[in-house]
């Protein structure tokens, strides 16, 4: 299934110009349909299991899924953006990160999903990553108690904090059990199931949910007719 905008991966120069000018809120260009940052963050491999594409194909990308996700703002959008020019090489290798924190999150969670147990490998890189994390968190007073907050975002791989923070408090909640693959065969993007009776199949259901009654209608059709 095709997602996103279509922009991802555009002309970097273009990108670039259009960073500088607009430094207020861009129109989102990643679909977050899973009640969670680290599961929204796997779906950015759309297709997974049957014809991968890549939604973070550029730091760019990397960085407005931050912006979408409301992890960062367009100002440090803009600065991280802009940073990525004068040190592409620390940059790509924020993004290598980020794609196999990625995949650990998927490969953890795909496991308990089909009730194996979590890979060693996949958990020991999420345990790493969220472990780097806490080191980076620190508590502030609020009006009714503390909270914690993240450092500045002013390292290239500081979105990944947030995202390995809330996939391993995940992992530890009793939400757990309500992590689901979306039933569509060709989507399977994960997302939280937060309804009341714990039934919701689709990713969304305007994408995935419609699709399958239009295929289940003409299947009904062909069958009677
Ligand atoms: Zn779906």
């Known amino acids: 299934m095709q997602r996103g905008s279509g922009e991802i991966g555009g002309n970097l120069l273009t990108e670039r110009k259009e960073t500088m000018k ?22 950015t491999l759309d297709d997974r299991h049957i014809n991968p594409k890549e939604l973070l194909e550029t730091y760019l990308d990397l960085v407005r899924f931050g912006e979408d996700a409301g992890l960062l703002s367009s100002p440090q959008v803009d600065r991280l953006f802009e940073r990525s020019y004068i040190e592409p090489d620390l940059a790509a290798g924020a993004l290598n990160q980020a794609r196999e924190l990625r995949e650990a999150i998927h490969d953890v969670f795909w496991a ?6 979590a890979p060693p490998a996949a958990l020991a890189r999420l345990n790493a990553d969220a472990q780097a994390a806490a080191g980076h968190m620190h508590l502030v007073p609020t009006k009714n108690g503390f909270e914690w907050r993240f450092d500045d975002f002013g390292d ?7 995202i390995a923070r809330a996939a391993a408090d995940l992992l530890a909640s009793d ?13 399977e ?13 689709w990713c969304d259901m305007t994408r995935c949910g419609n699709r399958a009654k239009v295929q289940r209608f003409y299947v009904r059709k062909k069958n009677s007719g």
């Open 112 to 117: 308990i999903i089909n009730k194996r147990p």
């Open 189 to 201: 993007w994960f997302f939280l199931d937060t309804s009341k009776n714990h039934h919701r199949r």
């Open 156 to 162: 290239f791989d500081s979105l990944l904090w947030p």
């Open 175 to 187: 939400q757990l059990a309500y992590v689901r693959p979306c039933s569509s065969k060709t989507c």
């Open 22 to 43: 607009i430094s207020r809120p861009r129109p989102p260009r990643f679909e977050l349909i899973a009640g969670n940052v680290s599961l929204d963050f796997v779906n």
